[in-house]
């Protein structure tokens, strides 16, 4: 069964060095996100992409945040300069299309820890 | 803006009994869609169970079943059966059919079974 996958598992950084956390969706999906949960607290959206561009984001999702489809298979999301808040679980999804019966699977996720 | 309640921080129950996991919604849109995943202790996110606002029936999947009632907003997750390997966390979510395709998560139930 198709699923979405995520590299790495766990990342430790130092605080503000850059970080790219990379995800593969399931391949004929069109439709990708990010979303994180810090530790003990619910999914919290971040950005949604599609067509090559982003076309929904979040608070969250500040400068400091991007997204990238560099080929046809990988997602990356960017962060320049970490910061401490910025550790928690980051969860790539993806859709084959974005209306509302359409679901949304996630990989299993990359815990960033910012020290 | 969407809202999801579940007020229920942990949930016990033992092996081969059923479970009613409770989620409450609040949203203006009158088409929209609900979702379960289940979180376990390894971190990934798995789908398990899809409720569209129009269905007239409450969805079911395998050991799982969605009791839908619409006029109260609540989209309770009911696990029938339980077994060891469900202990998890479990997150109800929502998508609308207004804006893009965000899914807005509860905080989530931690679900304990005892054998």
């Known amino acids: 069964e198709p699923e979405v996958t995520q590299t790495p598992s766990h990342q430790v950084t130092q605080m503000g060095q850059e970080v790219i956390l990379r995800c593969v969706p399931i391949?004929?999906?069109?439709?990708f996100y990010w979303y994180r949960q810090i530790l003990g607290q619910k999914v919290e959206f971040l950005v949604s992409?599609?067509?090559?561009?982003?076309?929904?984001k979040s608070e969250i999702f500040d400068d400091q945040f991007s997204v990238e489809r560099p080929d046809g298979s990988n997602f990356t999301l960017k962060i320049r300069s970490t910061k401490l808040e910025d550790s928690a679980m980051y969860f790539c999804a993806s859709s084959e299309a974005s209306g509302v019966t359409d679901t949304q699977y996630f990989g299993p996720g990359t815990r960033l820890t910012v020290l | 803006a969407q809202k999801i309640t579940q007020t229920q921080p942990g949930m016990f129950v033992q092996e081969k009994e059923a479970v009613t996991l409770d989620c409450t919604y609040d949203?203006?849109?009158?088409?929209?869609?609900l979702f379960w995943y289940k979180q376990p202790s390894s971190g990934e996110m798995i789908f398990l169970i899809y409720?569209?606002?129009?269905?007239?029936q409450n969805a079911t999947e395998g050991r799982y079943s969605l009791n839908f009632q619409k006029a109260r907003k609540s989209a309770n997750l009911v696990i029938s059966a339980s077994q060891l390997g469900d202990s998890a966390m479990y997150f109800c979510a929502m998508r609308p059919n207004s804006g893009y395709s965000t899914l807005t998560f509860g905080k989530g139930t931690m679900l304990l079974v005892s054998p």
């Open positions: 949203t203006s849109d009158q088409s929209y869609g």
């Open positions: 992409f599609y067509n090559n561009e982003i076309s929904e």
């Open positions: 391949s004929n999906h069109l439709y």
């Open positions: 409720q569209g606002s129009y269905d007239e």
